[in-house]
């Protein structure tokens, strides 16, 4: 049913014929944060000259052509994801016992509780830390949103169990995973995101801005404020704190900024209408789902980010890279990454809509200061490659500590997993 990879000529330092390696994640591509994380590691791994497996429900067309690359696409059934997830488990369990038994040194990648295996486990984010916000939902969504959170719970306690090696985004993430899910700390180790080096720095001119605002259809002069994130009847992106803000701030004379909103969703048609309704067309504008979010960022002047819940937060990692302040929710993984000196741009209370807009007042009374103080945090993370994230991740990998995933541990696999 498999075929063994193709690694002609792929050697590692030793001289020793490069290991396979499979990856199981729902994406591998660029148009969302945990794909272009996936997409990433597999970019890296094929530079090393691995053959790779990747089990997965989207990957793109120029990875899925590579000559070393082995894929196994899974699909979807009605394009949902509690059904997917499933699907997926049980492929990728099948293609990693496939592969590990016909090569000894293969490791294997899983992310959460996506699929139940005894090597690597990279963790995007817990949902044991992430309760549903979904109390203006209506009772269908309410049903789901629940059945679902509860099933992703369980699953994650016995895939996150079973593996050997726990990596995490953030130090957030990483206490997360050790409070409820009650692992070893040594087990559990934090690899921070990429990104994009060619995007940031140099490359966002005043020329990448002004384009991005003649496309948007802004003026130079114009304060331009950014939120990027889905709009849908989970409220855990926070849009609706921002929006309570934002109201308020139109009802002042002084407040002469507009909002921008890039994300998709069930969300978005309902949130046009209030839009709408409070009048507010020249204030607010909804994109919906747009692939043109590096643009939206080089517009803007701020990016307001208050999250319930985010184990890292890679818009606003991206945004800061680019130059762009960020004003972000201390529940936020990337929040750690913020020197003492931008403590006033953290949210402590996601729910605080009041004091969000005290906060944009005071952004809005040093534009130019804010862009100065954020020159640091945007140099160190504008330096950070998705290259090196992935380097790290390999390194950890391939330490002795944590070897010897290969063929045998599709033999032990049922002993591996806790039976609580």
């Not at 900024?257 to 204030?283: Q, T």
């Not at 750690?336 to 209370?349: T, V």
């Not at 993370?381 to 070897?403: F, N, P, Q, Y």
């Amino acid at each position: 049913m498999f075929d063994s990879p193709d690694t002609s000529g792929a050697q590692q330092q030793t001289g020793r014929e490069a290991a396979p390696w499979v990856l199981i994640a729902g994406g591998f591509h660029e148009r969302g944060g945990m794909d272009k994380a996936n997409h990433a590691l597999a970019t890296h791994l094929l530079a090393r000259g691995h053959a790779l497996h990747l089990v997965t429900h989207a990957v793109a067309d120029a990875l899925a052509a590579h000559a070393r690359v082995n894929v196994h696409l899974v699909p979807r059934p009605a394009d949902s994801y509690l059904l997917g997830e499933g699907l997926l488990a049980r492929r990728g369990r099948a293609v990693a016992r496939a592969v590990t038994t016909r090569h000894s040194h293969t490791r294997v990648v899983t992310n959460g509780g996506n699929c139940r295996w005894p090597d690597i486990n990279w963790v995007h984010s817990v949902h044991h830390a992430w309760p549903p916000t979904d109390a203006c939902a209506p009772l269908w969504f309410k049903a789901k949103n629940r059945l679902t959170h509860a099933l992703s719970c369980r699953r994650e306690r016995r895939a996150i169990s079973a593996a050997r090696l726990v990596i995490a985004n953030s130090e957030r993430t990483r206490r997360d995973l050790i409070e409820h899910l009650g692992l070893d700390a040594e087990r559990v180790r934090v690899v921070y995101l990429g990104g994009d080096v060619a995007a940031h720095g140099d490359a966002v001119s005043a020329n990448g801005r002004a384009a991005a605002r003649s496309w948007l259809g802004v003026p130079d002069e114009r304060p331009l404020v950014a939120f990027v994130g889905a709009l849908g009847h989970d409220q855990n992106k926070g849009f609706d704190t921002l929006w309570r803000a934002w109201r308020s701030l139109c009802a002042r004379a002084e407040w002469d900024a507009d909002l921008i909103v890039a994300g998709g969703g069930r969300g978005v048609r309902n949130w046009r209408e209030r839009v709408v309704a409070e009048k507010l067309e020249g204030r607010v504008r909804l994109l919906g789902f747009t692939e043109r979010v590096a643009e939206v960022l080089d517009a803007a002047d701020l990016l307001v980010s208050p999250v319930r819940y985010e184990a890292y937060g890679l818009n606003v990692h991206e945004a800061v890279a680019r130059g762009v302040p960020a004003l972000v929710s201390a529940s936020a993984g990337v929040a750690e990454r913020y020197p003492a000196e931008l403590s006033e741009m953290i949210l402590p209370d996601a729910e605080d809509a009041a004091d969000l807009a005290a906060r944009l007042l005071r952004w809005r009374s040093e534009v130019k200061t804010w862009k100065t103080r954020f020159a640091g945090l945007s140099l160190e993370l504008s330096r950070r490659s998705w290259d090196a994230m992935a380097g790290e991740i390999v390194s950890l990998a391939e330490d002795e500590k944590h070897a010897g995933a290969g063929a045998a541990t599709a033999r032990t696999l049922p002993q591996a997993v806790p039976t609580r």
